[in-house]
């Protein structure tokens, strides 16, 4: 149930995000709402219940007294919301509309918009007839952090207050470079350059950090979090390969920018659910050109972001995109920026399709192994590993932990166990460290599903 909530809140989000792209009679803006509408109802009736609270507090989503912290990272922008308006949570009550939701939608992408206080903000919902949508007030008890810190994603909590900001920045970076693009032709590079130091001063800190952003997943296939995701891979792996800091703070940057073309592209092919003809994907395959136009035309010249934003799906044996008749090779950037995007792509959720898991991935990928860069693809695989840091797994033993950092063999990470063999949750003070490469006998059982939150209760 926890899981659906934490889908449902990202879900939201989401929908704020698209309805600052589009308009309220915009069919994918539409169909969003009329979606949410639909799961929020389904999971009420599997709860048996007619309302659903969630609360923000302290720039958080809460429920029962505990942090969501996956939501809190990836729904930033519906916790934004909560506090432009002043209240400590939101109350969705059936039968809750499509039409709630796109009213909804619209109130919060107004980013300008501000209330005096939640009186003003309430009469607002009224006015705009959101009957099904109640404005809870400001959480006044504290929060235990005791309680916070006991839960399963516990590793996350205790990094929150970095990630929140370094996370908000490149999806920023990118979300505000879509609309740009779209609107006027304009690329603010340097925001992006701005936002990838972020990442790397976190990368510095080590893989868990980072990792986290590989585990929310996101909804919105403007490939927002795909770009996110993809600079925070690629950062890793340029890491990993001692590349110096400046050169690494331009591959993140590349990895933020590198679909930019995607924003001069229609959005009826952009965004077409089912599979492609011909004619469209040849339309799709011209982003790449298309993005290196638009940073020309911006003055941009950093060989870095230029040949990533070009080359990023022409393969390391002379194939893919965009065509040229030259023997043209892509730079190592831009072959770095292909592996962490065939990747990210291969393990993203989306709501059209499964993800697959970072192992199966790496064998879809290794079949077709003349596509990738060797030893880039081998800095990949050794720096997520197959089951990546931040990952929940369940062990042979029935205990469940977190994982801390890819080993040396990969089917055997470090973890922290964070629940024993009854699934009972462990404190987060008395989590022990287990290396698998010293128990030999024991094995990773299951890598759970990527968006579990801590159980409410
Ligand atoms: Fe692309």
């Not at 893989?207 to 986290?212: E, P």
């Not at 395959?285 to 990533?308: C, F, K, Q, W, Y």
């Not at 044996?317 to 023997?327: A, E, I, K, L």
């Not at 879809?364 to 060797?374: C, E, G, Q, W």
């Amino acid at each position: 149930m926890e899981g659906r909530l934490s889908d449902l809140i990202i879900r939201l989000a989401g929908g704020i995000s698209q309805r600052r792209m589009y308009f309220d009679a915009h069919p994918r803006v539409a169909a969003t709402s009329r979606e949410v509408a639909g799961d929020l109802a389904s999971l009420l009736r599997d709860m048996q219940a007619v309302s659903l609270t969630v609360g923000v507090y302290g720039g958080r989503f809460v429920r029962h007294g505990r942090y969501l912290v996956g939501p809190s990272i990836a729904g930033r922008s519906l916790v934004d919301f909560a506090e432009r308006l002043q209240c400590g949570g939101f109350t969705f009550s059936l039968p809750l509309t499509a039409d709630d939701l796109t009213g909804f939608f619209r109130l919060a992408a107004d980013r300008s918009r501000r209330w005096d206080s939640l009186a003003d903000a309430r009469a607002a919902f009224a006015a705009a007839g959101l009957g099904h949508i109640a404005l809870e007030a400001p959480l006044v008890e504290e929060i235990d952090d005791a309680a916070a810190d006991d839960d399963e994603a516990g590793a996350a909590a205790g990094d929150f207050a970095r990630l929140v900001p370094a996370y908000q920045s490149m999806y920023d970076a990118v979300a505000g470079n879509a609309l740009l693009v779209g609107s006027n032709g304009a690329v603010d590079v340097a925001g992006a350059v701005d936002a990838g130091a972020s990442l790397v001063a976190l990368a510095g800190q080590g893989a868990l950090d980072v990792m986290q952003f590989l585990r929310y997943p996101d909804y919105d296939s403007y490939t927002i979090g795909h770009s996110v995701r993809v600079a925070a891979l690629s950062t890793m792996v340029a890491r990993a390969l001692g590349w110096p800091e400046d050169v690494l703070c331009e591959v993140a940057a590349a990895g933020l920018l590198h679909d930019i073309g995607k924003g001069r592209l229609p959005s009826e092919i952009l965004f077409k659910p089912g599979r492609l003809d011909d004619d469209e994907r040849r339309v799709i395959e011209t982003h790449p050109e298309l993005g290196v136009r638009l940073l020309l035309d911006n003055g941009e010249d950093s060989a870095v972001i230029m040949s990533a934003a070009w080359g990023h799906h022409l393969r390391h044996d002379g194939g893919g995109y965009p065509h040229s008749r030259s023997d043209h090779r892509p730079g190592i950037v831009a072959e770095l920026l292909h592996v962490c995007d065939v990747f990210e792509a291969l393990t993203a959720r989306r709501p059209y399709k499964t993800s697959l898991s970072p192992r199966r991935a790496f064998e879809f990928m290794l079949r077709d192994a003349a596509s990738f860069h060797p030893q880039l693809l081998a800095t990949l695989v050794g720096t997520v590993g197959l089951y990546p840091p931040g990952s929940e797994v369940l062990l042979g033993d029935g205990r469940r932990a977190v994982v801390v950092a890819v080993g040396a063999d990969l089917d055997r990470p470090r973890l922290r166990i964070t629940a024993g063999p009854h699934g009972r949750a462990i404190p987060r003070d008395q989590q022990p460290d287990l290396d698998l490469a010293a128990h030999p006998s024991l094995e990773v059982a299951e890598l759970l599903e990527a968006d579990l939150v801590p159980a409410a209760g």
